[in-house]
């Protein structure tokens, strides 16, 4: 009989990284919880004919290294790891967080010096993505920490995270290419733009997206997923925009960020609290200010913050914005160590203009 971990699995290493014989594949659980859809994938992956290695862990020590690494911990990263990035064909990373703030009192210095490290090993992985020679994909499994920080019962948090993924339903992989059809068409559309104008509260910003692709995501890189997207030119943005929603980033919170972009680079932001992490964040290294993405959320099955980024970009009816790294499939040319995604809710008045013809109005596509 297939559990709901076995379907999770075929979606993931049948449809999201397609792997073949004799593919390498990385599967990756970041705690305990993950045991369950990690046996499941492991299982696939030799179904399919590939290779699994696994890279799992009990629990995230990330918390004990940043405490405890010397400045030349923190910039070191083995060749093993390296090896792994270059040779590997796909990979398959699930999350289970036991705690979503184990990060929150991390020295914030530190954390900007280990991501300036690591940020090699992600261009790598954003390029091999982008000419087709790896592919990859995150997902979470529901834990209690999830839940809490939702503020759903651990039931409730499971059955949403399932009806976000599509698992309720008999043929998820169905309802994600139908998905992708109806994004297709609104990416088409936008292929053809060169200037998208976004107003809303305390927001009025321009973004040049001309000669640049937007993609559709279902379900690929992300699973949960549910948007289009691209990266903007480099220095062709420019006004102000405000985020309502609370914006996690590495187990810390920003609330009402309001930043102001010119020529591409964020030359003011302010918060309402988290100020201090914001922009030490944004000053992590020489890419970090410039904006790496922009993009519209499309699943109608996630509609309220849930301290998760993998789901909150999502949101139907909200957009995000990313500071730092681009997309090199998108055109994108910005690098940094800092992709942090940042949620406005658009259902309130928010309206997008596509070379001055409005094309979307409080949460939804009117074209």
């Known amino acids: 009989m297939e559990t709901i971990w076995d379907k999770y699995a075929k979606?993931?290493?049948?449809?999201?990284?397609?792997?073949?014989?004799?593919?390498?594949?990385?599967?990756?659980?970041?705690?305990?919880?993950?045991?369950d859809l990690v046996k499941?994938?492991?299982?696939?992956?030799?179904?399919?004919?590939?290779?699994?290695?696994?890279?799992?862990?009990?629990?995230?020590?990330?918390?004990?290294?940043?405490?405890?690494?010397?400045?030349?911990?923190?910039?070191?990263?083995?060749d093993i790891t390296k090896l792994e990035y270059e040779k590997i064909d796909k990979f398959i990373s699930i999350g289970g967080p036991m705690n979503t703030?184990?990060?929150?009192?991390?020295?914030?210095?530190?954390?900007?010096?280990?991501?300036?490290?690591?940020?090699?090993?992600?261009?790598?992985?954003?390029?091999?993505?982008?000419?087709?020679?790896?592919?990859?994909?995150?997902?979470?499994?529901?834990?209690?920490?999830?839940?809490?920080?939702?503020?759903?019962?651990?039931?409730?948090?499971s059955e949403f995270l399932f009806k976000s993924c599509y698992l309720d339903l008999e043929d998820p992989v169905?309802?994600?290419?139908?998905?992708?059809?109806?994004?297709?068409?609104?990416?088409?559309?936008?292929?053809?733009?060169k200037m998208l104008h976004i107003t809303g509260e305390k927001t009025d910003i321009t973004f040049n997206v001309e000669g640049r692709k937007w993609i559709s995501c279902s379900g690929k890189n992300n699973y949960p997923d549910g948007e289009v997207f691209t990266s903007p030119v480099e220095n062709g943005i420019n006004g102000e925009i405000y985020f309502d929603f609370p914006q996690i980033y590495r187990g810390n919170e920003a609330d009402g960020v309001h930043l102001w972009i010119e020529n591409g680079k964020v030359v003011k932001a302010k918060a309402d609290k988290g100020e201090e992490y914001l922009n030490a964040m944004l000053d992590m290294d020489e890419g970090s200010r410039g904006i790496g993405e922009i993009a519209i959320g499309t699943n109608d099955e996630i509609q309220d913050i849930t301290g998760n980024i993998l789901f909150d970009e999502k949101i139907g009816g909200a957009i995000h914005m990313a500071v730092g790294a681009s997309y090199p499939e998108t055109g994108g040319r910005n690098v940094s160590g800092l992709h942090w995604d940042l949620i406005k809710n658009m259902k309130t008045g928010g309206k997008i203009y596509a070379d001055d013809k409005l094309i979307y109005e409080n949460g939804k596509f009117i074209i």
């Open 101 to 157: 703030k184990n990060l929150a009192k991390a020295d914030i210095k530190k954390l900007a010096r280990r991501g300036k490290a690591t940020k090699p090993l992600s261009e790598l992985l954003m390029k091999r993505s982008a000419d087709g020679t790896a592919s990859w994909v995150i997902a979470d499994v529901p834990t209690h920490a999830l839940a809490q920080e939702a503020k759903m019962s651990f039931d409730e948090y």
């Open 174 to 193: 169905k309802k994600l290419k139908e998905l992708d059809e109806k994004q297709t068409k609104w990416a088409n559309y936008l292929n053809g733009v």
């Open 11 to 35: 979606v993931l290493v049948d449809y999201s990284t397609d792997v073949q014989k004799g593919d390498t594949v990385q599967i990756r659980g970041t705690s305990v919880y993950t045991k």
């Open 40 to 78: 499941a994938v492991y299982k696939r992956v030799l179904e399919r004919g590939g290779h699994p290695i696994l890279r799992t862990s009990f629990e995230d020590f990330s918390d004990i290294f940043l405490k405890y690494a010397s400045d030349e911990q923190l910039d070191y990263v083995d």
